[in-house]
């Protein structure tokens, strides 16, 4: 079996600061994404990469750049936190090629972010 | 948006009870997918359901799929206080990729 571990777990920002969010992941996956989860809606999708160096827009990704320095990890960056935002973003992985239809996203514990 | 509905629900039941979570979709999709979240951790899938399965058992767990109607259910009998979490369908939405309803807040209660 294999791990996704996300750093920080929590993450607490002022108005208008820059944030990084990191995620490693050692199931040797092709595919990693970032989800953002709001309190009470669905998961929505921010950024994903399906190799090294790749990036893929999501739904929402306006406000956030991400990075894929190598296959085992997937950096996301807040470019400038909203005040009062509070959400969790989740990482995940999954085996490249498979599409919606056969693929299984192995999620990481998340990271909650608090904006003063 | 791809849901019928946007705001998570909530149902809170006794141990040994069955329950039965809905989920509704407004875009054709191929496959929908169950998970499961509990406090604290991220979603874990429980199971898959492609669009020419009406139904599929895993365990305790019944997922059933109605294209006609664009719509899916996920039952989980004899629930144990450790069903506790939060339960998710997902759908192949933009992208060719998975996209999440709001979920389903679940209490077992001992």
């Known amino acids: 079996g294999g791990i996704i571990t996300q750093t920080p777990k929590f993450l607490i920002g002022q108005e208008g600061q820059k944030l990084t969010l990191k995620c490693q992941q050692n199931?040797?996956?092709?595919?990693m994404y970032w989800y953002r989860q709001d309190s009470g809606k669905g998961l929505r999708l921010i950024y994903y990469?399906?190799?090294?160096?790749d990036l893929q827009k999501g739904d929402l990704s306006e406000g956030y750049d991400a990075s894929r320095e190598k296959k085992s990890s997937f950096s996301l960056t807040v470019t400038s936190a909203q005040k009062n935002e509070m959400a969790v973003f989740l990482c995940?992985?999954?085996?490249w090629g498979q599409g919606p239809s056969n693929e299984r996203l192995f999620f990481g514990h998340g990271t909650k972010l608090s904006v003063l | 948006s791809q849901w019928g509905e946007e705001n998570l629900q909530a149902l809170s039941i006794q141990e040994g009870e069955d329950v039965t979570m809905n989920c509704s979709y407004k875009?054709?999709?191929?496959?929908v997918q169950w998970y499961r979240q509990k406090s604290g951790k991220g979603p874990a899938q429980l199971i898959l359901i492609r669009s020419n399965e009406r139904e599929k058992r895993s365990g305790r767990l019944r997922a059933t799929l109605d294209t006609s109607s664009q719509s899916s259910s996920l039952s989980i009998t004899g629930t144990l206080a450790t069903d506790t979490a939060v339960y998710f369908c997902a759908t192949a939405g933009s992208f060719n990729k998975l996209t999440f309803g709001a979920g389903t807040r679940l209490a077992v209660c001992p």
């Open positions: 990469s399906i190799t090294e160096n």
């Open positions: 995940a992985s999954s085996i």
């Open positions: 875009t054709y999709t191929t496959v």
């Open positions: 199931f040797n996956h092709d595919t």
